[in-house]
């Protein structure tokens, strides 16, 4: 195998690694802070995913990211006070199992809502075309991907470090008792949390 060769297959990895990044992200901000295995936070991904290719044929492909984002987020809010809030204290499989349960809701409502066929986004409009890197074609959008993980990167270690709500969230992670003993509002945080973590897996299977 060539050289260049090597070099796209590197650079196809980074732009799938971006967005399961976004996922993986929003995975561990959640158990951080709740302490629940959230079973269905791929099928938020899926979610995602269906609801950007669905309203872009609505309102335009980049529209409908923050869009499906959005929509992901306020999802996981309903999941969260609804369902998560009553089984914290719960033992990790029944957490297990009634997230397993949500995977299965969510797969057949995706079922109901865009059928069984493969459904197939548009591209991206702007960044439609080819670079040229070392000899071979590599797709503009995928190189717009390998930039986006690090950006979000760099905005969630600011959103964590640098603003007092953040900082709530890292004292929850450490501590929750000590957390709540200070006076800190734990169902209004978890929600904020899973709300966060949901619209991340949202967003990565809206650019994805």
Do not use: C
Not at 45 to 60: D, F, Q
């Amino acid at each position: 195998m060539s050289g260049s060769a090597i070099l796209l297959q590197f650079l196809n990895g980074l732009a799938a690694a971006s967005s399961l990044f976004l996922v993986a992200a929003g995975l561990s901000l959640i158990f951080g802070v709740t302490r629940v295995v959230n079973f269905a936070h791929g099928s938020l991904y899926m979610l995602g995913m269906y609801l950007a290719v669905w309203l872009s044929a609505k309102v335009g492909f980049w529209a409908a990211i923050p869009l499906a984002v959005a929509a992901v987020g306020a999802f996981g809010v309903v999941i969260e006070v609804i369902l998560l809030r009553r089984i914290y204290k719960a033992p990790e499989l029944f957490q297990l199992l009634a997230t397993f349960a949500l995977v299965l809701l969510i797969k057949d409502f995706a079922l109901w809502a865009w059928g069984p066929e493969d459904v197939l986004g548009p591209r991206a409009p702007g960044l439609r075309a080819a670079v040229d890197i070392a000899g071979g074609a590599f797709p503009q959008y995928d190189l717009f991907l390998i930039a986006l993980g690090p950006a979000v990167f760099v905005l969630l270690h600011l959103l964590l470090t640098r603003t007092r709500w953040g900082t709530l969230v890292r004292a929850a992670t450490q501590d929750r008792e000590m957390a709540a003993a200070l006076g800190v509002n734990q169902r209004v945080l978890f929600t904020a949390v899973f709300a966060l973590g949901a619209a991340l897996a949202g967003l990565g299977g809206a650019l994805a």
